[in-house]
């Protein structure tokens, strides 16, 4: 995988990185600007209004990063949120925004659109809790593999080996990124590239069970 800076924007944006994972090429949008995020928010419906899955509801990839506690049994507010649609990443520093723009309150609170990610259901609790952001309609890509693959063990699986299993795809996700400083007011480039890949890799992952009917 290869990290680059975009020269031609695809869409208004404040800072863009072309990723690259094998084949896929994924545009990602780290900012902590709310303009930035209502940008690619509709961005994001205008192109994706009619590319809804069979049941009409347009599938999107969430995840969080926190900066890990010191303590034991802490927790630091959400840092980042990330959003995925095919090879579109948001990347939202929400921890430094001056505000949540009520493009993204709606977005997420939009019950016709089904929101896709590993332990999601806590990432969407810790986004009401630390930020007053509901997600209307979650679900949980590890409970999904379950059903749709009729394996078990999958109820407890990670993105490493839903990847695998699902895609056919080995990823590496390093402990020294895991757990760096999600709260920097820059991200580094590997914090990017690793964002980019768990979000777009849960798309891909929501994608292709829900296809399986």
Known sequence: MSIVFAHELVYPRDQCYNVYLD????RALPTDSPSMVDLWV???LSIHRRRLDGRGRLIVSLDVEWRPPFLSGARNPIATLQLCVGGDCLIFQIIHAASVPGSLFTFLA???FTFMGVGIRRDAEMLLEDYGLQVANVVDLA???EEKLG???LRNAGLKRLASEVLGRYIEKPLSITTSRWDNRELTP???QYATMDAFLSYEIGRTLN???
């Open 23 to 26: 084949s896929d090429h994924i």
């Open 42 to 44: 509709n961005y994001i």
């Open 110 to 112: 939009n019950s016709e």
């Open 143 to 145: 409970v999904l593999a």
């Open 151 to 153: 394996i078990r063990a």
């Open 190 to 192: 590997a914090q990017v």
């Open 211 to 213: 296809a399986m009917g």
